[in-house]
């Protein structure tokens, strides 16, 4: 992956470029080798005035004449991409494919127009045209978690403190700097109860992985890991019918399909990363997922149980809170921080023995929501 | 499908929910059997403001918690959809997915605007800055056939005026008017010598889709058919840097993977539904599909060998100049016209006994161009 963040000199074509070439150089490929290119991007239109951005990286890239996907499903793109590879090869359709995943956002500095863009993902006649946005439905998830729990703020902007650190040791991190219970308490409001230190930043970035049957993969690496579980599910468009907004339907059932795919349970994670576009997202996805009971996953953050060497570490890269969230990349680097960790490359983050892990990447406002389960080889 | 055409009262989400529902309600299905929808737009953004349409689309038509896939490949991404829908039943991933593709276009009414947007396909330093537009590429193409292979104008109008007379049958499409010869000749220049009867019109519409496992389909259908080949490649972004502007290197090679994938040769075809966004690209799509030698597609069509009745019929639906161009509806609203066409329910454009046929269905300029073979099973 490229490093994520406020990257001034580089376009999306550009991010996906330098992100695809170091997937490619990482595995022992060659450009012929390729069949299929899948690509994962959001914003592209509205941010970037282009469209048939997969084709056109394949022509950048030297890899004509791959098959060439642009997979756009929101925040969860990038999922999704993988989702799609991993079908092509496991139909035979595909023998090595390139899935790369990228957004490129800082350069547009007028106020409020990345919220809007990303907020025509809600639903137009019964949501946005009110004026919500992505910020002010998580403000009123985090009250509702609040109440219906009994949870303390702080709780919830210890998944920050927890993020920002974990982000330190991460070279990929658009942010590498710890911050303070303190600090995050007084930042400011900007949906109450939601602060400034409990939403992502917006950022650059790119990230890619070389996948292909697991029978060919010493061919391409001496170090592989296992994509042995995939699982995707939606949710109603509308939030307010869903039944109960402080639970993520989509994701146990997606989540289930992963376990089920790779007969694992959650018990069996040694790790995962999840999708903490507003850190009360980690809280609420650290349940339905299955680490915690309902209600327990705030607690058990602030209680250390998700911390790196706690019980079930998650977000170790430093999530999307410290990490950053160009949109389409996410998803891709949640595997990817997967892939070091199973690797037992990640330096100072290392979580000790890493044997399977699991992401969430959230589409919408929860529902469009994929799960990949990946495992040592 | 939808009708095609200027559809005043309908929105794109309107346009995507009717033609699934023409979909489900023309198969035994029922809401439960769908595990995923692979939703093709290329637009979404650009003219309705809208992102992660397919999990906005599954709500709507109560497939929760199908998977949700939104597929942009520009005007090939109809056929993008039904490829990954098709290696994702062949997994195992999925064993009943709808497959819709739709787009919502005539109610932009500024000069120009619709061009640019699709412009976006182009790529941006080399082309797109010095003000190239699709329709400029396809003057540019019809000059250099002409020119190359000794063409006269007529042979290139002809092309329309069959596709309209075929129109004229076609209950769905966007014209249902015959046009003369002399009509054509004498319209006016748009892109010299690309004149406004050798363009396709800007339109609304959908087109849906629903597939299974072959062994499954008469669970659902008593008129299946057998998608038996899908082919898929890319060519340069970069128009100039092809060896021959005439040739279309990846149709070449995605009519190849389909046919051999099928086990079936171009003459065992009945049938084609060609991507006659310009009618310049029906000729040179009817030579690199395998029906004709390079420089006698032209020709052919206007002997008449490309007419219902003729040796292999080409766009018996009208193709895109008379039934229309909502870009993701296209590569659907192909194969449904073979659809038709193999279950013997084409009416006054039927091409008798029709056994076999295969589409192209063109991205970009094309650099992104897939084929989907259909037989009768």
Redesign the interface.
């Known amino acids: 992956m490229t490093k994520f963040g406020v990257l001034k000199d580089k376009g999306l074509m550009d991010l996906l470029i330098e992100s695809s070439l170091k997937a490619i150089e990482d595995s022992k490929t060659t450009e012929s080798d390729f069949s299929s290119v899948y690509v994962a991007c ?2 592209d ?2 941010l970037n ?4 951005i ?3 990286l ?3 890239l030297n ?12 925040p969860a793109s990038g999922g ?1 991409a993988i ?2 590879a ?9 023998d090595l494919a390139l899935v790369v995943g990228g957004e490129k956002m800082t350069h547009i500095t007028t106020p409020g127009f990345i919220t809007s863009a ?1 907020a ?2 809600t ?2 006649s019964a949501e946005r045209i009110h004026g919500v946005s992505l910020p002010s439905f998580a403000g009123l998830l985090t009250r509702a978690y609040m109440e219906k729990y009994k949870v303390p703020k702080e709780w919830i902007s210890s998944i920050a403190v927890k993020n920002h650190k974990n982000g330190v040791n991460n070279p990929y991190a658009h942010f590498q700097k710890a911050i303070t219970m303190e600090e995050a308490m007084k930042s400011a409001i900007i949906a109450d109860p939601l602060q400034l230190y409990d939403i992502c930043p917006v950022s650059d970035g790119a990230a890619a992985v070389v996948m292909c049957p697991a029978e060919m993969a010493k061919q391409y690496t001496d170090t592989p890991v296992l994509i042995t579980g ?1 699982g ?7 939030i307010y019918e869903r039944e109960d907004i402080t639970v993520l ?2 994701l146990q ?2 989540s289930k399909q992963a376990y089920d795919m790779a007969k694992k349970t959650p018990q069996e994670m040694s790790l995962a990363e999840l999708h903490d576009a507003f850190e009360i997202l980690e809280a609420v996805e650290s349940e339905d997922i299955g680490f915690f009971k309902k209600g327990e996953g705030a607690k058990a953050a602030y209680e250390g149980l998700t911390a790196i060497g706690g019980k079930i570490p998650i977000n170790p890269s430093g999530g999307l809170k410290a990490r950053g969230h160009p949109l389409g990349a996410t998803g891709i680097a949640q595997v990817i921080e997967l892939v070091w960790q199973l690797r037992n490359e990640a330096g100072k983050r290392q979580v000790p023995n890493a044997q399977a892990g699991i992401t969430c990447n959230f ?2 406002f929860g ?2 929501i994929l799960s990949i389960l990946v495992e040592r080889m």
Chains 1, 2 share one sequence.
């Not at 060439?68 to 929101?74: K, Q, R, S």
């Not at 995707?232 to 509308?238: E, K, L, S, V």
């Open positions: 959001m914003l239109q509205t005035h282009m469209t048939g997969a084709s056109a394949v022509d950048r890899l004509i004449p791959a098959a060439a996907d642009h997979i756009e499903n929101g999704s989702k799609n991993f079908y092509a090869i496991a139909s035979g359709g595909c990303v025509t993902i639903h137009h995939v995707q599910a939606t949710d109603t468009h509308i339907k989509a059932i997606c589409g919408g529902n469009n």
